[in-house]
């Protein structure tokens, strides 16, 4: 069964009545989660600095984290759910379903406190962001019944595989070698040739490293792919 293509991007948001009802437009909500991906994403590559504070987060688990922040906030209020607390869950959640879990809750109250410095002002800190110790868990079930139970990761790697695949394909019809494209094919990397392996590793690192920018909300696992090869 084909996975379905979800629309993502940065202009796909409707504000929440609630938002609205605050002085919240779309663009003030496209900017507000902007400022937060960023915030958490710089924060989650710094907290690799010291071994108290490493979350070992896989790149990919980050991207999925980022996209349920993203999706969670089509549908949710600002007014109602902190930015910060839900970014946070978002990651823990994340991390279970790649199974690549944060199992030292106090690591995620660390990163909550340190993305809240980054995003909020001294002033307005203290009066928006609170995180209690055991915040994290009701956090992840209101986002669950936001996405409702759908954690489809982010996973832009297959997409990859068949856009080398498809090019090794077209390759072997323009070359008139119809049968060895379609062998390639269907062999995907592990049999191309030597530059086609070289491609397909550069082109893997290129797309890890996008993993840990707002490129999993700005276009889908198909167009990063394609442009990682590109």
């Given at each position: 069964m084909?996975?379905?293509?979800?629309?993502?991007?940065?202009t796909?948001?409707?504000?929440?009545?609630?938002?609205?009802?605050?002085?919240?437009?779309?663009?003030?909500?496209?900017?507000?989660?902007?400022?937060?991906?960023?915030?958490?994403?710089?924060?989650?590559?710094?907290?690799?600095a010291s071994?108290?504070?490493?979350?070992?987060?896989?790149?990919r688990?980050?991207?999925?984290?980022?996209?349920?922040?993203?999706?969670?906030?089509?549908?949710?209020?600002?007014?109602?759910?902190?930015?910060?607390?839900?970014?946070?869950?978002?990651?823990?959640?994340?991390?279970k379903?790649?199974?690549n879990?944060?199992?030292?809750?106090?690591?995620f109250v660390?990163?909550?406190r340190?993305?809240?410095?980054?995003t909020?002002?001294?002033?307005?800190?203290?009066?928006?962001?609170?995180?209690?110790?055991?915040?994290?868990?009701?956090?992840?079930?209101?986002?669950?019944?936001?996405?409702?139970?759908d954690?489809?990761?982010?996973?832009?790697?297959?997409?990859?595989?068949?856009?080398l695949?498809?090019?090794e394909?077209?390759?072997?019809?323009?070359t008139?070698?119809?049968?060895?494209?379609?062998k390639?094919?269907?062999?995907?990397?592990?049999?191309a040739?030597?530059?086609?392996?070289?491609?397909?590793?550069?082109?893997?690192?290129v797309?890890?490293?996008?993993?840990?920018?707002?490129?999993?909300?700005?276009?889908?696992?198909?167009?990063?792919?394609v442009?990682?090869?590109?």
């Open positions: 084909e996975r379905p293509e979800r629309p993502r991007g940065w796909d948001d409707a504000s929440n009545p609630e938002d609205l009802r605050l002085g919240f437009s779309p663009e003030h909500v496209r900017l507000a989660k902007a400022v937060v991906v960023d915030a958490l994403l710089s924060q989650v590559v710094a907290s690799g071994r108290a504070t490493a979350l070992h987060a896989r790149q688990t980050v991207a999925t984290a980022v996209s349920y922040f993203w999706r969670f906030y089509q549908r949710g209020s600002f007014a109602t759910d902190e930015p910060v607390l839900v970014a946070v869950a978002c990651l823990s959640l994340a991390g379903t790649l199974e879990p944060v199992h030292d809750h106090t690591k660390a990163l909550a340190a993305v809240a410095a980054e909020y002002s001294d002033a307005s800190r203290e009066a928006l962001f609170a995180c209690a110790p055991d915040a994290l868990l009701p956090c992840e079930l209101r986002v669950l019944d936001a996405l409702e139970f954690l489809t990761p982010y996973d832009p790697y297959a997409a990859l595989e068949e856009a695949r498809v090019t394909s077209r390759k072997g019809a323009e008139g070698d119809e049968t060895k494209g379609k390639r094919a269907s062999s995907g990397c592990a049999d040739s030597e530059n086609d392996e070289t491609l397909f590793r550069v082109a893997w690192g797309l890890n490293d996008s993993l840990v920018t707002p490129t999993c909300v700005s276009v889908t696992e198909r167009a990063a792919a442009a990682a090869v590109a």
